[in-house]
């Protein structure tokens, strides 16, 4: 079964269900009431829908306020799990800490971001960071307009830029990766939150450039071209990678793959919930694929579940730079 079919009518019944929900959670200990991140819905939608059919007395109700509202509902006790695809910030953390909250911050899998142009592109197959910078910067609008600005023996042609619209995740991330501040982008490029509308956008124009989630480049492969990326990191030897599961898994595909998370109430940890997550982080993996991310390593998996077997409270991520970030190094050393 596709967990992507019928997903609209899915959340709108599943928030409903929310709804009237909320509070009942401290009287039903088989109830689990998650919320937060649209991007992670879908994760944690399909490992619901996979968990309840072993756990027959189990009733899970997910909603989608975004991360920043799950994390509002979180701080106050209104849920159990908020969905993120953010660290919490340090903020959030002292108002989950003010309302005697600790929560268990579980990273649960990666969204990489590809970089593509037209199949028929045939003067480009890689490019780097700081390319992209000088592309994307706020100071190249009106200026940087033509591929030759970036490459001499590049066409003397208009470049066509297509991005993630600004209410979106991906477009914060991919502004803080790449422009080195979150936010601070150009305004003249084709925007949109629905990434297939960049999609159609980037394959019928073959002087186009954009940017959008790795999992509609691999749904639209025979349409697209993506370029390989070279983070000019000249310790790692990597060179320019391709946007893929594999280089997106094994953290070469640099700096454009971030990681999702969950993050957990401690102090609504029952049986049920012990169960539900401990299902999350050892089945989730192909769900995970089959909804469009890129599953952690069965290593780093097992370092999270560690994590919240022995209760590990509090957050890894928040306050740092978290691009590029090495879970599987920063869980181990979190874990001496």
Request: hydrophobic share 40%.
């Amino acid at each position: 079964m596709s967990h992507r079919v019928g997903y609209n009518f899915a959340r709108l019944l599943a928030w409903l269900v929310c709804l009237s929900l909320l509070g009942a959670c401290q009287r039903n200990e088989n109830l689990i009431i998650i919320d937060g991140s649209s991007t992670v819905y879908p994760i944690s939608e399909a490992v619901a829908e996979e968990f309840l059919k072993l756990e027959e007395g189990a009733t899970i109700a997910i909603g989608e306020s975004g991360t920043g509202g799950g994390f509002k509902k979180f701080s106050r006790g209104e849920i159990q799990i908020a969905n993120a695809s953010r660290p919490i910030t340090e903020s959030e953390i002292e108002a989950c800490l003010a309302n005697n909250y600790p929560f268990i911050e579980l990273p649960v899998a990666y969204d990489g971001l590809a970089v593509v142009v037209h199949p028929e592109n045939d003067w480009v197959d890689s490019i780097t960071v700081d390319e992209l910078r000088r592309i994307w910067e706020p100071s190249a609008q009106g200026t940087i307009t033509r591929w030759s600005q970036i490459r001499p023996d590049w066409p003397d042609q208009e470049i066509r830029l297509y991005g993630a619209g600004v209410s979106s995740g991906t477009y914060d991330y991919f502004t803080e990766a790449i422009v080195g501040t979150k936010r601070s982008s150009r305004g003249d490029f084709t925007a949109s939150e629905d990434d297939n509308v960049l999609v159609q956008g980037v394959s019928q124009d073959v002087l186009a450039l954009g940017y959008f989630g790795l999992a509609y480049y691999e749904e639209n492969k025979s349409k697209l071209k993506a370029l390989a990326i070279d983070d000019l990191n000249e310790e790692n030897g990597k060179g320019a990678v391709l946007p893929s599961f594999e280089n997106v898994n094994n953290a070469s595909y640099q700096p454009l793959t971030r990681p999702e998370f969950i993050y957990v109430s401690a102090n609504a940890i029952n049986p049920m919930m012990e169960k539900f997550i401990h299902f999350y982080l050892t089945e989730s993996a192909d769900l995970v694929k089959e909804v469009g991310y890129v599953p952690l390593s069965e290593e780093t998996y097992q370092l999270v579940l560690e994590r919240f077997e022995n209760r590990h409270t509090g957050s890894l991520m928040a306050g740092r730079n978290n691009v590029g970030v090495d879970l599987s190094q920063l869980l181990k050393e979190a874990a001496k």
